[in-house]
């Protein structure tokens, strides 16, 4: 069982920037993909960007070279640096993490909310 906890998340200017935090419970961190999504009011949940137990990011069109996701397996840990945010990355932020049979191995944080306001 792993337990996520985010941080972070407020309320920001648009071009701001914050640092959403995860920290994952547990001795097996770094096996772990590790991803952060977000859902809008009315809208579903997407994923924004996520690292892999290998190093590898990948982003949402959106938020390529503004957003950078980060791990530090030392600390369990996984981050994501949000700079030049706009009004549409308002959203609740979850932080997710999985790894093979993902039927098993799929856990999820309560989210934190992110505001920018314009």
């Known amino acids: 069982q792993v337990q996520l906890v985010e941080s972070g998340g407020g309320l920001v200017q648009a071009g701001g920037s914050l640092r959403l935090s995860c920290a994952a419970s547990?001795?097996?961190?770094?096996?772990?993909?590790m991803g952060w999504y977000r859902q809008a009011p009315g809208k579903q949940r997407e994923l924004v960007a996520g690292?892999?137990?290998?190093?590898?990011?990948n982003y949402a069109d959106s938020v390529k070279g503004r957003f950078t996701i980060s791990r530090d397996n030392a600390k369990n840990t996984v981050y994501l640096q949000m700079n030049s945010l706009k009004s549409e990355d308002t959203a609740v932020y979850y932080c997710?993490?999985?790894?093979?049979?993902?039927?098993?191995?799929?856990?999820w944080g309560q989210g934190t909310q992110v505001t920018v306001s314009s």
């Open positions: 690292i892999t137990s290998g190093g590898s990011t």
């Open positions: 997710n993490a999985k790894r093979l049979p993902i039927f098993r191995y799929d856990y």
């Open positions: 547990g001795s097996t961190f770094s096996l772990y993909n």
